[in-house]
């Protein structure tokens, strides 16, 4: 089947779970019109449909093929990529000084979703090229902006992010590649990177890759990492390309999934250094590179939610067809559907409550990012940037395990069918797979959220959103809804065990910091389910409000109940899990090294 952008659920999350429509209102988007939004959206989902999703199998199955140093993308690939340039689509929330359409981040990772969802191994090529775009528009010169930026904006070149090294992976102050300094100011750069994704192909004339590199008299680690941008061609003084740079794809990956998406080994150095140009300060790279990091991180949260989507829409299309045994009270002959037994309705409730509250995290975490360059009031952005720093690792982390979870349980409900490669489940099991991985794994994330993320000023961010979260608990409770049923009392449990793990994380980051790395994952998850659950209560009461003409308002506050009868629910154990469970961690040396 092929994919549809569920537009209604987007909007209700965008505008009301993930606050967009009250940061519009409060002045802090200027004289954006919201109307816009929707229209956006449609068109978006109108491409993904016609365009994207009929290649999704197509790539999977050709894959990408390197040859003579040049990869060859899958059929159908760079013309698919050319009419999404000459859509606009690259530039959505790109620069206007440089042809970007200026609109919000928030509304780019809605259309991320759609992009990831109809077919995510062509959207990890742009998704790269925007973390490129703004590492270059805040710590760029001038003069490499005004080369490089417009052909980057509207797509015509794309970008790529080059860290890991073979001994350098997770621990990125280990990298060995070198930038030696040249006498007209640019910079000679040798080494060999891995797991570039897009480091090479054939949709676009040049790529311009973004490369940590260390330079001789550079300080050890993290703190002696420099950025060097370092274009496939050079580029001439008119603008037109000029000679190959000394970096070539030496390799290429052959993956569990996402098998369209070039992923490459990349190596500098044979003819004698690739010129490349200084980003921001020598020794300063890490903190560029950390700008691409946190938007694409972002974004492979929204990989997560496209990926949960499309194995939901797949899942549910299977169960109201296929026929198996009888449903208890039917009438007449003939096996029913399994969608009318209880259990493949609970895992179809599951896909879709999980796939719904992740896309609500990550949503508010773009809404946050917006506002912390966007609003005129200082407060307001110092508040915002926070907030979206304490939900990154969280949009991250979360949304791309519930994309592992809901794909996995989309071939459980096709059965038998779900394992054969011709239905298409097993392969939206197998792309989600590299998303926990790749852009900091879900560790690192939780390790994140847990020592930096939730220790900033004293954890005063969480206690703020933990406010509101009691807000929307209390709001819940006081509708009296009966679609609501428990989910006010377990989402009060819930935001309850959420406040004493944080509280007893932030005793534990300096005086027992094992303790606390102990707790991180389980306390991402418990962050995750308490905050989706309180999101899709709160989209729920805005859907009553807005009446059907939005939605069915019955539709969303069963939804909500679900995730909080069902998710929200484990909130307990968890608390108890990071509390009770770091002593068996910190000693498990016995059991693992006996």
Known sequence: MTYRAPINDMLLALNHGAGLQAAVNAGH?????????????????????????PLNRIGDEAGIKLDNDSVTTAPGWPDAYRRWT??????????????????????????????????????????????AIEALDAHGSESLKKI??????????????????????????????????????SYRITGTKIFITYGD????????????????????????????LIPKFLVNADGSLGARNDIYPSGVEHKLGMHASPTCTMTMGDKGGAIGYLIGEENRGMLCMFTM????????????????DRAYQQALAYAQQRRQGRAIAATGGGMDAIIAHPDIKRMLMQMRALTAAARTICYATAVALDVSVRATDAKARSEAAARGALLTPIAKAFSTDIGNEVTSLGIQIHGGMGYIEETGAAQHYRDARLTSIYEGTNGIQSIDLVMRKLAANGGASAWALLDELSDIVKRVEASNDPAFGTAGAKLRDAVGSLERASRWLLERIASA??????????????????????????????????????????????LARFFAENISVHAGSLERTVMDGADAVTGADAVLLA
Request: hydrophobic content about 45%; glycine content about 12%; aromatic content about 8%.
């Open 513 to 558: 910091p094992n303790d606390a790395l102990a707790g991180a994952t389980p306390y991402l998850r418990l962050f995750g389910s308490t905050l989706g659950g309180c999101k899709l209560a709160e989209e729920a009461l805005a859907a009553r409000t807005l009446g059907e003409g939005h939605g069915d308002p019955q539709r969303y506050a069963t």
């Open 29 to 53: 988007y200027g004289d954006f019109d919201s109307d816009l939004t929707a229209a956006v959206l449609e068109e978006a989902g109108r491409f993904a449909t016609d365009v994207l999703a």
């Open 86 to 131: 000459a859509a606009g689509w690259n530039a959505v929330s790109g620069p206007e000084a440089f042809g970007g359409q200026g609109l919000p981040l928030a509304i780019n990772a809605a259309c991320t979703e759609i992009w990831s969802a109809s077919n995510i191994a062509f959207g990890l090529c742009p998704l790269l090229t925007l973390s």
């Open 293 to 308: 990091m946190n938007q694409a991180r972002l974004a492979v949260g929204l990989e997560g939610v496209g990926i949960a």
């Open 201 to 228: 192909h054939d949709m676009t004339d040049n790529i311009v890759h973004f490369v940590l590199a260390r330079l001789p008299d550079a300080p050890p680690g993290t703190k002696g990492i420099s950025l060097f």
């Open 148 to 185: 490089y930026l417009e052909k980057m904006v509207s797509g015509e070149w794309t970008g790529t992010m080059q860290v890991t090294e073979p001994h350098a992976g997770s621990d990125v102050g280990a990298l060995r590649s070198r930038a030696e300094r040249a006498a007209d100011g």
